[in-house]
């Protein structure tokens, strides 16, 4: 168990429809990042929060937002749904020491399939 | 993001051989360069990680060299084991200062 927990497990939906992933970082982490893994892309980073405040996007779909809450966790909203969004999506969460990165800790992912 | 390359895609190797894999990053700012493994089902989880003021480090079995000037970074895994076999990702912060770019991934394969 990496500390970062990451509901549901897997995900079946239909084109059009609309879904939310949760993710809870490791305890003490501020920031949650959210990754699209595909096959033919690999890791692709989406978005970044920051103890509330989203810090960078990356290449996230105008259909795709995500959130922070005050006790941290996250939610990434993926609506109007397409067969391509079909992916693993993987929350990982860290603690940015001043310009200092270091390693995320990646949650165990929602298999999503959009049928 | 900025591009991180990563090669091979798949690696096969003898139990007890060394395995290579080598990335390159365009962005000359990026600073922090860690390696990643995932196993099947599984998360990708952090297993060795470089900082640009280092050019090489290493925990027991494998290391990492950087170097800043051609942009390029390696892993290396001595003695492999079967239960190395996993998909590597090699990764570089980016200029937004903590996401971090990945490379599409090694599929090594360690056979007995």
């Known amino acids: 168990d990496s500390g970062v927990t990451q509901t549901p497990k897997h995900l079946i939906t239909a084109t059009g429809q609309r879904v939310t992933l949760r993710c809870s970082p490791r305890?003490?982490?501020?920031?949650v990042y959210w990754y699209q893994q595909s096959l033919d892309q690999g890791l692709q980073f989406l978005i970044q929060y920051y103890n509330g405040e989203e810090r960078a996007k990356g290449n996230i779909l105008e259909r795709f937002s995500a959130q922070q809450f005050p006790d941290l966790h996250s939610e990434l909203n993926l609506s109007s749904l397409e067969l391509g969004d079909s992916a693993l999506y993987f929350c990982?969460?860290?603690?940015?020491?001043?310009?200092?990165?270091?390693?995320?800790?990646f949650g165990s992912g929602t298999r999503l399939t959009v049928v | 993001g900025e591009n991180v390359e990563q090669h091979p895609s798949t690696l096969s190797v003898q139990e007890g051989d060394s395995a290579v894999i080598k990335c390159t990053y365009s962005?000359?700012?990026?600073?922090?360069f860690p390696w990643y493994k995932q196993e099947l089902g599984k998360g990708p989880q952090l297993i060795i990680d470089?900082?640009?003021?280092?050019g090489e480090k290493k925990d027991q079995r494998i290391a990492v060299t950087l170097n800043k000037t051609a942009k390029h970074f390696s892993l290396h895994i001595t003695e492999t084991q079967p239960e190395d076999s996993a998909v590597y990702f090699c990764a570089a912060n980016s200029n937004s200062g903590y996401a971090l770019n990945f490379g599409k991934g090694t599929s090594l394969l360690v056979t007995p």
């Open positions: 962005d000359s700012a990026s600073n922090y």
């Open positions: 305890s003490g982490d501020l920031s």
């Open positions: 990982a969460s860290s603690q940015p020491i001043t310009d200092i990165n270091y390693g995320y800790t």
């Open positions: 470089i900082r640009s003021n280092v």
